[in-house]
């Protein structure tokens, strides 16, 4: 079983940057493909970026393409999620989530079998 905890969220101004980290206890974190997901409020989770197991193919959807960057490493069992150029429609809690056993992710929620807790992310104007 994996355990993920996000961190790195907080309150910042439209322009700013942010990264977020994604910790996977376990030792399967490295057989995981993996995602980014947000949820605004009253909206439903959305998909934001993923990234196959061995980091070498990323996704992203389309409102974040050129701002924000996904990556990992492997050897530490974190996944990061750069994020560039805030803006506050990027207002959300940020998961993470972990697809075992698969070497590519996708962008459907229901497709990964692990998810951490959140951080959030506000943006002011």
């Known amino acids: 079983q994996v355990q993920l905890v996000e961190s790195g969220g907080g309150l910042v101004q439209a322009g700013d940057s942010l990264r977020l980290s994604c910790a996977a206890s376990g030792r399967t974190f490295s057989t995981a493909a993996m995602g980014w997901f947000r949820q605004a409020p009253g909206k439903e989770r959305e998909f934001v970026a993923h990234i196959t197991r061995g980091g070498t193919r990323t996704y992203y959807t389309d409102s974040v393409k050129g701002r924000f960057t996904i990556s990992r490493d492997n050897a530490k069992n974190t996944v990061y999620l750069q994020m560039n150029s805030l803006k506050p429609e990027d207002t959300g809690v940020y998961y993470c989530?972990?697809?075992?056993?698969?070497?590519?992710?996708?962008?459907?929620?229901?497709?990964?079998?692990?998810w951490g807790q959140g951080t959030q992310v506000t943006v002011s104007s």
């Open positions: 989530a972990g697809r075992r056993g698969m070497y590519y992710a996708t962008a459907y929620g229901g497709e990964y079998d692990y």
